[in-house]
């Protein structure tokens, strides 16, 4: 299995928009951060060109960079996972991705720093976050067994600068 993980693009200022009075979980990409996003997924689909999946957290920003990534991969469909959620432990997204198969290319889209924790526990089995990941950034884990903390092995961390120089060809 190979399980894409991509943290959400540029979102809303936090603190600018906590002064209009709405919950986090539904501040939005700026414009620019969606047309990086579009740019950087075209680059997501020239490195990794085929997805079995795409889940997302339900936050706005995370299904919005969904929405772009599910566009550039021909209008697949997208999950919403709870366990996606930026509060949520790593371990608990184990259980979805043993329901699929070892030959799939799985993808996610969340949040720091539960991404960094996702990654580091699966390449370790350590509840370590040694892992950044920039917005619109994507890291590859390949798994040869089901997915457990400690048996993954990272194929390769891209920033997002370089997926959307990759995606500006494509």
Do not use: C
């Not at 959620?85 to 997204?93: A, F, G, Q, T, V």
């Amino acid at each position: 299995m190979k399980l894409l993980v991509i943290r959400h693009g540029v979102a809303e200022d936090r603190e600018a928009f906590a002064a209009t009075g709405q919950p986090d979980t539904m501040r939005p990409l700026t414009d620019r951060g969606r047309k990086r996003m579009r740019r950087g997924a075209r680059g997501l689909k020239r490195v990794v060109p085929k997805l079995t999946v795409l889940a997302t957290s339900r936050l706005v920003r995370a299904a919005q960079t969904a929405d772009i990534v599910s566009k550039a991969y021909g209008r697949m469909d997208v999950a919403t996972l709870e366990e996606l959620s930026p509060e949520r432990r790593p371990d608990e997204l184990l259980a979805w991705l043993r329901s699929h198969q070892l030959g799939d290319t799985v993808a996610v889209i969340g949040h720091e720093p539960h991404l960094g924790f996702l990654v580091g526990w699966l390449l370790t089995g350590r509840n370590d976050s040694f892992v950044e990941m920039k917005k619109g950034g994507a890291v590859l884990l390949e798994f040869d067994d089901p997915p457990s903390g400690g048996n993954a092995v990272l194929a390769w961390s891209i920033p997002p600068r370089q997926l959307r120089w990759l995606g500006a060809g494509a």
